[in-house]
């Protein structure tokens, strides 16, 4: 019986262990699986992943494909027809990239659960009730109905998914090997859903119950008052005084409600920086080269991989080069031998939330027009590892999702988000910008940039352009919503059919300007337009400080070269440090300051106004003016119970220079009364002291690259895998606009001429292998300000010096 008992436990230890060893425990993975010699994570370590020189043959393709990849791993695809250009551009791409296309498809469409378990569910509930998987069936029938963008999109997902099946357990990705999960087969719905969360992204910073639950507290003139509808400073894209060559449609009549309640004759029903991008071009008057030069560095949150992924697509009639998004063919930012684009986040309001005056709290039906209509389900199944699946129903109204009844107690995603509203947004439209793109890439004059513009809808961007015409323009353009003034800076009546959007402002008329007389034009989030435009785009844009600062170089710039515009682009004056900070210092107690604070302000009084990556003055005033703007607004606008934002830091500069006395300046929580000095003292002094607990004395460890601390993390956060500090330079409100994770994410500078030159950078590499050498390899020439020549080739024997690997890719 002993040896019987002895021997079950010989045989019962190894069958736990292994069972334990190749079992995922929260985030541990299997270890024996990770840790195999042939199938786990050493498989990935440095290798290049792309073969010296190799054939292949695919089913799918149609002709020969000659694929040459150059000294940064950046592929140049020559195919002979269309069709072929996209399978090989899906299949090099998930070749580098098949993890992070898999991961932000899944982020997007709420499947993250699937992967990680029940911790991710309300994650993935919200992006279910925003309307995620909804809008991308809409978009997906855009692109289906056009004979070119199906072709497009399915060639594509071919050939990811000829990557895919290419691949055994040791070729897999390490993120993959971590979580202990497999690549699925792509859709042609994965691309849209990449569309959507850049939409998503881009736009879903939504401020209107934020800015209802202050026009119920404060009233409608406190609120005009701080939260106007133009900023005192401004330098709109569009140049002030630009002449509108178009008769506008009428205008929707506001709503009684909407007027009372923002005139104050009843009161409403009960019913901070954003994201950031720079480009600009000169016209041949203004460049050494008498070609025009275009700029453009859109600034997201970093990551390892990059969101960009650089390539060129030669086939018949194309031959562009630019950055392309992991998971959408064609190239987004980019040029070809006779243009180039570029484009910045426009801001617009295309998202509004309607209050729904349901029947009953079964939410079948709701009022709206003097009638109760009918609402509809879409039932949410959502997987979870590890659990049972749990079905979600999300009710909608003709304006869309009804995001929330009860929200999580812990999602900050949903706390913008108000209760029992209905969502409408432009990202649930059927819409095509594949096919702007495919126009874009193709494009030979402005003509064709202006016809690939009318097919783009969301996210709005500003498109800017030039060619070798000398023609340079810049349009702000989407799918935009006929608004009366101010629709939807507060949440709007769901029963009232006059607050509906009421049609779309013709393509035509969006903003835009041709060869304007100063040669130049440029956007930085700013207002699109002055205020004699007649549509209304939207009440609020990024602040104006970028803006002013990129003018006011291009103004004084003569023949510039792309080298002088590299420069220009990691610029790190402050604009604000210029219009505040004089007025900031006078307002110092000097004689009631200590060694440290004194030392301080004689530093900060001597500052040049840089964001240098040296500059002790830097790290003062960004941590004064954030304690500043904090002393004047939070004790007014923070309630939890009902949420609210700032003002915005236009509106604060103009109180502290045009209106020290004002009431706002007093901490209302206190029984003194505070004044502007007040503030002013209290702020630096925290600064000082919060500087000295966390560096020491004043010296070195006071510079602000030592503060701002940026550096590029892992998708997934994961430690190790994200890049070291950066000690760089720049800041939000500077033209080289950083933070500790969001910054240019692409720097392009393209001169054109007889034959275009292009230089560009991002933060990491083409591969998305931690292993790989080429992960990181352009991080250091990002930090540096420095750009690497684009080799828009045209034939696989161009720039032959500067090629590694060739890979032919032969019908099956």
């Known amino acids: 019986m002993k040896n019987k008992l002895k021997a079950l436990i010989c045989v019962t230890i190894p069958v736990l262990l292994a069972l334990a060893l190749n079992t995922k425990f929260g985030s541990l993975p299997p270890l024996l699986k990770f840790l195999n010699p042939f199938t786990g994570?050493?498989?990935?370590?440095?290798?290049?992943?792309?073969?010296?020189?190799?054939?292949?043959?695919?089913?799918?393709?149609?002709?020969?494909?000659?694929?040459?990849?150059?000294?940064?791993m950046i592929p140049h695809i020559f195919a002979k027809n269309d069709h072929d250009v996209y399978f090989a551009q899906g299949y090099v791409t998930a070749m580098n990239r098949l993890f992070q296309m898999d991961f932000q498809t899944r982020y997007a469409a709420g499947r993250i659960s699937e992967v990680v378990g029940i911790k991710a569910i309300e994650l993935d509930k919200y992006q279910r009730r925003m309307g995620m998987v909804y809008g991308a069936e809409n978009s997906l029938k855009g692109m289906m109905a056009d004979a070119k963008?199906?072709?497009?999109?399915?060639?594509?997902?071919?050939?990811?998914?000829?990557?895919?099946?290419?691949?055994?357990?040791?070729?897999?990705?390490?993120?993959?090997?971590?979580?202990?999960?497999?690549?699925?087969?792509?859709?042609?719905?994965?691309?849209?859903?990449?569309?959507?969360?850049?939409?998503?992204?881009?736009?879903?910073?939504?401020?209107?119950?934020?800015?209802?639950?202050?026009?119920?507290?404060?009233?409608?003139?406190?609120t005009a008052d701080l939260f106007p509808d133009?900023?005192?400073?401004?330098?709109?894209?569009?140049?002030?005084?630009?002449?509108?060559?178009?008769?506008?449609?009428?205008?929707?009549?506001?709503?009684?409600?909407?007027?009372?309640?923002?005139?104050?004759?009843?009161?409403?029903?009960?019913?901070?920086?954003?994201?950031?991008?720079?480009?600009?071009?000169?016209?041949?008057?203004?460049?050494?080269?008498?070609?025009?030069?275009?700029?453009?560095?859109?600034?997201?949150?970093?990551?390892?991989?990059?969101?960009?992924?650089?390539?060129?697509?030669?086939?018949?009639?194309?031959?562009?080069?630019?950055?392309?998004?992991?998971?959408?063919?064609?190239?987004?930012?980019?040029?070809?031998?006779?243009?180039?684009?570029?484009?910045?986040?426009?801001?617009?309001?295309?998202?509004?939330?309607?209050?729904?005056?349901?029947?009953?709290?079964?939410?079948?039906?709701y009022w709206y027009n003097n009638q109760w209509k009918n609402t509809t389900k879409r039932m949410e199944v959502i997987k979870i590892r590890g659990s049972r699946n749990e079905t979600d129903t999300v009710f909608y109204t003709h304006h869309g999702p009804v995001v929330y009844f009860q929200k999580p107690a812990k999602l900050k995603l949903a706390d913008n988000v108000p209760t029992g509203n209905a969502l409408r947004w432009i990202a649930h439209e059927r819409s095509n910008e594949m096919m702007a793109f495919y126009y874009l890439d193709r494009a030979k004059n402005y003509t064709d940039y202006r016809k690939a513009l009318t097919f783009y809808t969301a996210p709005a961007q500003n498109f800017i352009f030039v060619s070798s015409d000398n023609d340079i323009s810049i349009t702000v353009n989407g799918k935009f919503p006929l608004k009366y003034k101010d629709q939807g800076k507060f949440i709007l009546d769901g029963t009232d059919p006059k607050d509906n959007w009421q049609g779309w402002i013709p393509a035509a008329e969006n903003p835009t300007v041709k060869n304007p007389e100063r040669n130049f034009v440029s956007s930085a989030n700013q207002s699109s337009t002055d205020q004699t435009y007649p549509y209304y785009i939207n009440w609020k844009f990024n602040n104006y400080e970028r803006g002013k600062r990129i003018n006011d170089r291009l103004k004084a710039m003569t023949k510039a070269t792309a080298d002088s515009i590299r420069i220009m682009q990691s610029d790190s004056y402050s604009i604000l440090a210029q219009d505040v900070l004089p007025a900031m210092l006078a307002g110092v107690a000097a004689g009631k300051l200590n060694a440290t604070q004194q030392e301080a302000f004689d530093i900060i009084s001597k500052w040049d106004k840089f964001y240098s990556p040296n500059a002790i003055g830097a790290s003062i005033f960004e941590l004064w003016t954030t304690r500043l703007f904090s002393d004047i607004w939070a004790d007014e606008f923070t309630d939890a119970s009902s949420p609210m934002q700032f003002p915005s830091k236009d509106r604060t500069v103009q109180l502290i220079l045009k209106e020290p006395g004002s009431?706002?300046?007093?901490?209302?929580?206190?029984?003194?009364?505070?004044?502007?000095?007040?503030?002013?003292?209290?702020?630096?002094?925290?600064?000082?002291?919060?500087?000295?607990?966390?560096?020491?004395?004043?010296?070195?460890?006071?510079?602000?690259?030592?503060?701002?601390?940026?550096?590029?993390?892992?998708?997934?956060?994961?430690?190790?895998?994200?890049?070291?500090?950066?000690?760089?330079?720049?800041?939000?409100?500077?033209?080289?606009?950083?933070?500790?994770?969001?910054?240019?994410?692409?720097?392009?500078?393209?001169?054109?001429?007889?034959?275009?030159a292009g230089h560009g950078v991002y933060p990491g590499g083409q591969s998305g292998n931690p292993g790989s050498p080429f992960y990181d390899n352009m991080i250091d020439t990002w930090a540096g300000g420095k750009l690497y020549d684009l080799y828009l080739m045209s034939s696989p024997a161009d720039h032959r010096d500067k090629m590694i690997s060739h890979l032919t890719i032969t019908k099956k």
């Open 149 to 222: 963008s199906r072709d497009m999109v399915n060639a594509y997902t071919e050939g990811i998914n000829a990557y895919i099946h290419s691949l055994s357990n040791a070729q897999l990705p390490l993120e993959y090997k971590l979580l202990d999960f497999k690549p699925e087969d792509w859709t042609p719905l994965k691309c849209a859903l990449l569309l959507k969360q850049m939409s998503a992204t881009l736009a879903m910073g939504s401020t209107e119950f934020y800015m209802t639950n202050i026009l119920k507290k404060y009233g409608p003139e406190v």
């Open 663 to 756: 009431k706002w300046f007093d901490n209302v929580n206190t029984p003194a009364k505070e004044t502007l000095n007040d503030l002013l003292n209290e702020s630096l002094k925290y600064t000082c002291d919060s500087l000295e607990k966390r560096f020491g004395p004043i010296g070195r460890s006071w510079e602000w690259a030592n503060l701002k601390q940026t550096h590029v993390p892992h998708l997934l956060n994961l430690t190790g895998f994200g890049s070291k500090t950066l000690m760089t330079g720049g800041a939000k409100g500077t033209i080289n606009a950083q933070n500790e994770s969001n910054g240019p994410s692409w720097r392009m500078v393209v001169e054109l001429g007889k034959k275009p």
């Open 230 to 365: 133009y900023p005192h400073k401004e330098d709109p894209i569009i140049p002030a005084g630009t002449a509108w060559n178009f008769k506008p449609l009428q205008i929707p009549k506001a709503p009684a409600s909407f007027t009372e309640a923002t005139t104050g004759k009843v009161k409403p029903n009960t019913l901070e920086d954003g994201i950031g991008s720079n480009n600009w071009a000169l016209a041949g008057a203004k460049t050494a080269s008498g070609y025009p030069i275009l700029a453009n560095d859109p600034h997201l949150n970093l990551t390892l991989p990059s969101i960009w992924y650089q390539i060129q697509l030669n086939a018949p009639g194309l031959n562009a080069y630019g950055v392309s998004l992991p998971g959408a063919p064609g190239i987004i930012i980019g040029f070809n031998e006779h243009t180039a684009w570029g484009v910045t986040n426009v801001d617009a309001d295309i998202l509004d939330y309607y209050q729904i005056k349901f029947k009953d709290s079964s939410h079948q039906q």
């Open 41 to 72: 994570f050493w498989q990935n370590a440095d290798k290049l992943q792309t073969p010296l020189q190799t054939n292949t043959a695919l089913s799918g393709t149609r002709e020969a494909i000659e694929i040459v990849y150059d000294d940064r």
